[in-house]
C-alpha cells in the first residue's frame, strides 16, 4: 500500500494483512509514537493485485485514541471481513475492539 513514511523518525509501524488471493487483500496499519499515545486507524484494500489501493477509515476514530494494534484481520469472501484490534490497557484489563465489513473493506464499523 502506498503508506507515507511517518514526520518522526522514531515512529514504529507495524503491519497486519489478509491475502484472499492474487488480487484481493486487505493491509491494517498500526503507528506507534514514542511518547507511546495515540496512533492510526485505518486499513487499505486492493482488488487489482496491488496495482490501486485504496483507503478505508474506521468508523470510530475516538476508539482508538489510547492505543491501536490490529492483531487479527480475515474475510470469509470478497465483501464480508472482521478485525480485532488491541485499543488500551488499564488496571488489569486488555480492551479490544471487534470490527466488521460487509462491503469489501470500504466501511467497517465497531460490533464491541
Not at 515512529?11 to 492510526?40: C, L, N, R
Not at 485504496?54 to 480475515?74: G, M
Request: proline share 7%; net charge negative; charged share 15%.
Amino acid at each position: 500500500p502506498p503508506e507515507p513514511e511517518p514526520a518522526d523518525p522514531q515512529t514504529i509501524k507495524k503491519a497486519t494483512g489478509f491475502f484472499m488471493d492474487a488480487q484481493k487483500a486487505w493491509v491494517a496499519f498500526w503507528a506507534s509514537y514514542p511518547e507511546g499515545i495515540g496512533g492510526h486507524a485505518y486499513i487499505w484494500r486492493t482488488t487489482d493485485g496491488g496495482a490501486t489501493w485504496a483507503y478505508s477509515a474506521l468508523t470510530e476514530p475516538a476508539l482508538y485514541q489510547e492505543s491501536y494494534l490490529p492483531t487479527d484481520l480475515s474475510f470469509i469472501d470478497a465483501q464480508h471481513g472482521w478485525m480485532l484490534a488491541h485499543v488500551g490497557a488499564g488496571m488489569n484489563h486488555d480492551y479490544y475492539a471487534m470490527l466488521a465489513s460487509d462491503d469489501g473493506g470500504t466501511t467497517w464499523k465497531t460490533l464491541i
